[in-house]
């Protein structure tokens, strides 16, 4: 039988793939575990990756505004030294700024609830017991509440306890603690200098990956490509930027409505949802959740009051906001936004809340150019 060269050459790229996934599969656990260790070895770097990506945002705005007026070869490499020294300020100011707001606020508070819980079910009992009596048929309740108070104290008394006989085992696990720790440090520094090098470099290590794709890709795909990575990179800037400026916006309405009708930890709540709101859809429940529990302790009343003023901003956010501060930075319908978080918090979190927004977004934004672009070659063909 006469085989050509093409023939001869597809027969063996067969044999070859064939023989790979023979020894993918013998050799697998080999393999996860290299994949597993490549990946702590490069995660560092993707992580200063997307860490010089965020702080270029706030960058682009100190270089292109505040030191626009500073021109020439000289004054760029100073004004690029001037720029990301104030971003970094800017957001350990930030940070500092918040620390100093939120932690004595949250000691304040841990104290006040670890103090006014006992009360609390003692209050809820009286309660339950005047009910009791009034109605018999609630009687199981003041069962229910005796019982959650007996908890209460049986969890006290069990961390007195692991307080006095498990502190032999708190040491024990000190060292491992201790090397998590400066593993974590280790590579967060890592990341900080890799991301201040990216900001520093930008410009030059863009020229360098686009030369290596004008050397080893074709014009077409590199275009398309490069194509894709201008969409994904407004996206991304755009959602970031809107997510933030939305959080502040909900956050400093808490706390202006929080201290008008003069609720307890308005900053500390205010902040809480300002956080949590950069979680798209469902983070700020979560801020409307620990506040309503902790207004609760102080005020029953005051704590349903806090939560009818959380679903009537969350209508003003929802309705008014985030359609016009984010909404329309990612281009991305509603029912998309639910789906885009509802897969990205499955597979990896928060982070994939945060990541699968504008990805899906890219994604649509071309799916929809594709569209428009085959409709106009139908509609020229029927003419």
Do not use: H
Request: hydrophobic share 55%; glycine share 6%.
């Amino acid at each position: 039988m006469d085989f050509s060269k093409t023939k001869m050459r597809q027969i063996a790229l067969l044999m070859v793939f064939a023989t790979l996934l023979i020894m993918m599969v013998i050799y697998c656990k080999d393999i996860l575990k290299a994949v597993d260790l490549t990946i702590a070895i490069i995660a560092p770097f993707i992580a200063g990756a997307a860490m010089a990506f965020v702080l270029n945002i706030p960058m682009n705005f100190i270089e292109n505004t505040i030191l626009k007026k500073w021109t020439g070869k000289s004054a760029d490499s100073f004004k690029r030294i001037v720029s990301i020294f104030l971003t970094i300020l800017f957001v350990i100011f930030l940070i500092g700024l918040l620390i100093a707001i939120v932690v004595p606020q949250i000691s304040s508070a841990i104290a006040d609830v670890a103090g006014k819980i006992p009360k609390f079910f003692e209050e809820l009992m009286d309660i339950a017991n005047e009910l009791s009596n009034k109605y018999p048929a609630l009687k199981n309740s003041a069962g229910t509440i005796t019982e959650l108070k007996n908890n209460w104290q049986k969890i006290i008394a069990g961390v007195g306890s692991f307080m006095q006989s498990g502190i032999g085992s708190v040491l024990n696990t000190t060292i491992g603690v201790a090397g998590s720790i400066i593993t974590v440090v280790t590579s967060f520094i890592i990341a900080f200098v890799f991301s201040i090098y990216i900001l520093a470099q930008k410009e030059k290590l863009g020229s360098q990956f686009m030369r290596i794709f004008k050397a080893y890709i074709p014009e077409k795909p590199r275009n398309s490509f490069l194509k894709v990575c201008a969409i994904m990179n407004k996206n991304f800037s755009s959602f970031i930027t809107g997510q933030c400026v939305e959080a502040v916006i909900l956050g400093s309405m808490f706390v202006v409505s929080m201290l008008i009708f003069r609720m307890p930890y308005a900053v500390m709540i205010g902040i809480l949802i300002a956080f949590t709101a950069l979680i798209p859809i469902v983070g700020a429940f979560i801020g409307c959740v620990v506040g309503a529990f902790l207004i609760l302790l102080e005020n029953p009343m005051m704590a349903v009051g806090f939560v009818i003023l959380f679903l009537v901003l969350q209508q003003i956010e929802g309705n008014l906001i985030y359609p016009r501060v984010v909404g329309s930075s990612v281009g991305l319908p509603a029912i998309w936004v639910l789906f885009a978080v509802s897969i990205g918090g499955s597979l990896f979190g928060i982070a994939g809340m945060l990541v699968f927004i504008p990805l899906l977004s890219t994604v649509y934004a071309l799916i929809r150019e594709s569209v428009i672009r085959r409709e106009n070659k139908i509609v020229e063909s029927q003419e």
